[in-house]
């Protein structure tokens, strides 16, 4: 009987990630109403007179933006269950990794929508931390082709 693997650190961080922006933005007040009011507070240069200048684009945005928003992390989170990785049933020399496919597509994994969202989501881009390079296994079909480009450079040890 096979024990259940526990969830890859990598996809669990890219879970959090989602929820996270899908728990703020529900808690968001949505900018719809407010838009409206302040479109007319539009100038004659196109923009709303306050410490900041806001366009009418801006405007536009700030109005859909938490809908928006909700349905992005929403379909992340959907995407995130559909693809995630499987025994693929066949026979390896190497127990401790078997090869994976996707549960959905069935593409070597990871698959190319999981590399996607990980490129995409992966890394949180608003905070001012630096990013670390470490060594990443090649995720190519065959194991001897190019890197991937969300996994960087490899760091030699």
């Not at 259940?4 to 961080?13: A, L, S």
């Amino acid at each position: 009987m096979k024990a259940e693997k526990p969830e890859d650190p990598q996809r669990q961080g890219l879970r959090e990630r989602l929820e996270s922006i899908l728990i703020r933005t529900e808690k968001a007040t949505s900018w719809h109403d407010e838009a409206g009011r302040l479109r007319g507070l539009v100038n004659h240069e196109g923009y709303v007179p306050v410490r900041t200048r806001l366009a009418t684009e801006d405007l536009e945005f700030l109005a859909g933006a938490r809908t928006d928003l909700l349905r992005f992390s929403e379909l992340g989170l959907r995407l995130l269950d559909l693809h995630q990785p499987r025994d693929a049933g066949g026979i390896t020399s190497d127990t401790a990794h078997p090869i994976l496919r996707c549960r959905s597509c069935m593409w070597r994994w990871p698959c190319p929508t999981y590399r996607a969202m990980l490129e995409s989501f992966g890394t949180h881009r608003d905070t001012s931390e630096t990013t670390e390079t470490t060594e990443t296994p090649d995720l190519s079909e065959n194991g001897t082709g190019p890197r991937s480009a969300l996994q960087g450079p490899a760091v030699s040890r």
